[in-house]
């Protein structure tokens, strides 16, 4: 008489069983409730604190923009210097050099204001915590 189970019938059962059971397990074993990566929560600050906040950034716009005008007024007073210059390389290149130095501080100056803003939004705000009542009255 042969025996009913075999070793070879015994592994090729298991490894059918593991093949077919193998997605279960895979499925059951996946985390389910990975999330992906946490962010802070944003708290809305207070109706004080973002009024203040609106109104320095209308203050930063309103600095750019009036920065912006003043050198589109020089750019205009500087192509009006250069044409009667015009036949002269020696002026034209002076006022190039003048035209980019003021240039240049124009755009540190905005970079200044800029930055400015954003190290005062970026202070911590302290907030007053409450006092408990018990402390409060005067007993």
Do not use: H
């Not at 499925?27 to 600050?45: D, I």
């Not at 020089?74 to 390389?89: E, L, M, T």
């Amino acid at each position: 008489m042969t025996p009913i189970w075999s070793p070879r019938s015994m592994l090729q059962s298991f490894l059918i069983g593991v093949l077919a059971f193998a997605p279960i397990g895979f499925a059951c074993a996946w985390p389910t409730n990975v999330q992906p990566a946490t962010r802070p929560q944003l708290v809305a600050p207070a109706p004080g604190v973002q009024f203040q906040q609106t109104v320095q950034q209308q203050q930063v716009r309103d600095q750019l923009q009036k920065s912006q005008l003043e050198q589109q007024l020089r750019q205009s007073v500087s192509d009006n210097a250069k044409r009667p210059n015009a036949n002269d390389p020696r002026m034209l290149r002076q006022l190039d050099l003048a035209g980019r130095a003021q240039r240049d501080r124009d755009r540190a100056a905005q970079q200044d204001v800029v930055d400015r803003y954003r190290d005062r939004a970026t202070l911590p705000q302290i907030v007053p915590q409450a006092v408990p009542a018990s402390s409060r009255s005067g007993g």
